[in-house]
Each structure stands twice: as C-alpha cells, then as structure tokens.
C-alpha cells in the first residue's frame, strides 16, 4: 500500500472529496487484488512476454500478458501477400478463413 500512496498524484480532482473517494476505491481495488492473488497457488509462468508466428501468409505479432487470474493477448495481424491483392480478393480471403 506505502507504494500506492507514495505515487498518489492529486491532480485532475473536481474537489478534495472526489479525490479522497477515488483513493480509497484505488486502495480497496488493491486490497481486492493482492488478496485475490495470494488465494491461489498458481504463478504466471510469463508476464508481458512478446510472440511472433506464421499462419500461412500471414504473421501474428503481439504480447501476451499473463497473470495468475487471467491471461490476454493484443495482437496484430500483417501478411506480405494480401499488400498485392485487390481488395475484392483480400476481402474474399478473410471470410474464408
């Protein structure tokens, strides 16, 4: 928590009151997940960790977050092949897939 506190800004509050209730939801969403966290016996095996691989033509970029709750990734899609074709045929490739 000294963490939390320590890199507490009060800029950008409408009033002293808003302020002091964003803090303490901030502090009870920490309270929340340090005690959600320490429930469970499984660690991440990777955290942020960037993936790069082919699927055909295509190659799929991206970082993959990890974290004993939950797992995500955010990706982006490039394909050398469809920078040569019409948009009528890159249309028709994507919907087969």
Wanted: proline share 2%.
């Amino acid at each position: 928590m000294g963490a939390f506190e320590s890199a507490w800004s009060s800029e950008g509050f409408l009033t002293r009151e808003h302020e002091e209730r964003m803090q303490e939801q901030g502090r009870e969403a920490l309270r929340k997940f340090v005690a959600r966290d320490a429930a469970t016996s499984v660690a991440p095996l990777a955290v942020e960790t960037e993936f790069k691989f082919k699927v055909g033509d295509d190659v799929v970029i991206g970082r993959w977050t990890g974290s004993t709750n939950a797992t995500s990734a955010s990706c982006s899609w490039t394909t050398r092949a469809r920078r040569s074709m019409t948009p009528e045929k890159a249309s028709r490739a994507r919907r087969s897939r």
